[in-house]
């Protein structure tokens, strides 16, 4: 077997799409940047979310039950940044940037909604309906129950350990 690090560096080739993870609920507000978020059914639609069991995040969304998954646009590097530096607080990461509450019928059980970035490329609104444990992290499988499109433009991606920005197709337009 492979030790932690060799798998870090492989991981650093494989570029992956930039998300603001957020939520609310009954476990109070939340929200982090993941980059391990994929597709796993189209229907239902389902996909999966897989965050640290030492990140403050995890005990939260398995207390809300609910996430919005806020894919990034090119230009929101920093909003990135202020959603992954370890110890800040929740008010800190929310501030300086537009949110919207989603619509009541989208929340758990009457607790307030997961946090929709106004400009964010896609919003995917989830409620969590399984979880499995795999080592270091914890994969959250969420149904989705509402997207909201933002509009279309490049992507932030992830590639060795650094923010690239990925052109938006000239018809991407006509893909929604
Ligand atoms: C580009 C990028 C991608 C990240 N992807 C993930 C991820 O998929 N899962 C995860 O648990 N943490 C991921 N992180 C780290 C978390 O954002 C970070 O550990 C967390 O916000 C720390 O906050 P906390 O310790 O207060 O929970 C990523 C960070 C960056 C910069």
Known sequence: MIDKQ????????LAAA???ITSNGPG???GCTASAVCSVSDEPPILLVCINRSSRNNAVLKENQQLCVNVLRADQEALALQFSRSGTDVAERFAG???????EDHAVDGAPGS???DDALVSLDCRITGSAEVGSHTVFYCTVEDTRFGAPGPGLVYFERAFHAVPASDSSDDQK
Do not use: D, I, K
């Open 6 to 13: 060799t798998f870090r560096e492989a991981m650093s080739r």
């Open 18 to 20: 930039v998300n603001v």
């Open 28 to 30: 109070g507000l939340c």
């Open 97 to 103: 940037t537009g949110w919207t509450e989603p619509q």
């Open 115 to 117: 946090p929709m970035l």
